[in-house]
Nanobody, 124 residues
Framework: QVQLVESGGGSVQAGGSLRLSCVAS????????MAWFRRAPGKERNFVAA????????DYADSVKGRFTISRDNARNTVYLQMNSLKSEDTAVYYC?????????????????WGQGTQVTVSS
């Protein structure tokens, strides 16, 4: 199983940007579909974005399309989430996840490796 560590969270004003990173260890992520999920206060954990093995295919939640970009650098064993035009409703703990399944998936239980999460707080 791959170990994941997120970083890059913090506090930002609405309209600002943050870039999250997820560094993997234990195994190369080149054959893992990688994703970001988030859990807002008092809510369930929800899908944000996913990226295929080589990075050519991506999928986004409707709420972040056009504002967030997921990318990966397999040589660095790292996945990124660039978040622009942040809104107060983006406030959440953001989790990196990995799955050995070959297709992009928005379902939480399809992912078998998770990081501890990084807090993002957007103030209006």
């Amino acid at each position: 199983q791959v170990q994941l560590v997120e970083s890059g969270g913090g506090s930002v004003q609405a309209g600002g940007s943050l870039r999250l990173s997820c560094v993997a260890s234990g195994r190369t992520i080149s054959t893992y579909v990688m994703a970001w999920f988030r859990r807002a206060p008092g809510k369930e954990r929800n899908f944000v974005a996913a990226i295929s093995w080589g990075g050519s295919n991506t999928d986004y939640a409707d709420s972040v399309k056009g504002r967030f970009t997921i990318s990966r650098d397999n040589a660095r064993n790292t996945v990124y989430l660039q978040m622009n035009s942040l809104k107060s409703e983006d406030t959440a703990v953001y989790y990196c996840a990995a799955t050995t399944l070959r297709l992009l998936d928005t379902t939480e239980n399809r992912y078998n490796s998770w990081g501890q999460g990084t807090q993002v707080t957007v103030s209006s």
